[in-house]
């Protein structure tokens, strides 16, 4: 058991710098090292493998294979918008596509069109963005995100940061 520990004393190292500057893999690199030990630890035979050095690397790479492979097949995560974000997209649409005809309505419906056109150019260009591709043109969230490269939550703060200033400028209108 000894020799273990003094293969991992003078391995571990050198294994991490590997893992950090060829493989560029930093987060996870002692939990990699360590599993790597250990397959060596659970080998039935050490004598078959021939340098035990040269199992570790192969070792190291494989595991950071399986890692991103993993990583690649997990699931995309559920969409949620907030109930109160979406019955305000709800009320605001409603608001603007409002048919009825009577004159006063009708100036109404225009001075909220243009508090909402105003309202919407203040708003940050990635923000603004993800408004009206969501709202404007329909597409959803998880088409967006690969459409942009953009993660999927991110689209999601910034749907709500929209909303957030949108309501807050045509309060007024809404009540």
Known sequence: ?????ELYNSLR???LAYLRNSLRVDDEAEDIVQDAFLRL???DRLEDI?????????AVRNLV?????????EPMPQVTVSEEDEQF???????????????????????IHKAYQAALAELPEPQ???WMQTEEAGLSFNDLAAQTGTPLNTLLSRKH????????RLQPFMT
């Open 13 to 15: 190292g050198e294994l």
């Open 41 to 43: 630890l659970m080998l």
């Open 89 to 111: 997209t709800q009320d605001l649409s409603a608001l603007i596509a409002d048919t009825d005809h009577a004159p006063d309505t009708l100036l109404q419906r225009q001075e």
């Open 50 to 58: 021939g340098s035990e050095a040269a199992y570790l690397y192969t």
């Open 161 to 168: 940061y929209a909303v957030k200033h949108l309501r807050k």
């Open 1 to 5: 058991m000894s020799g273990i520990g």
């Open 65 to 73: 294979i399986d890692r991103q492979r993993t990583r690649h097949e």
């Open 128 to 130: 603004r963005e993800v």
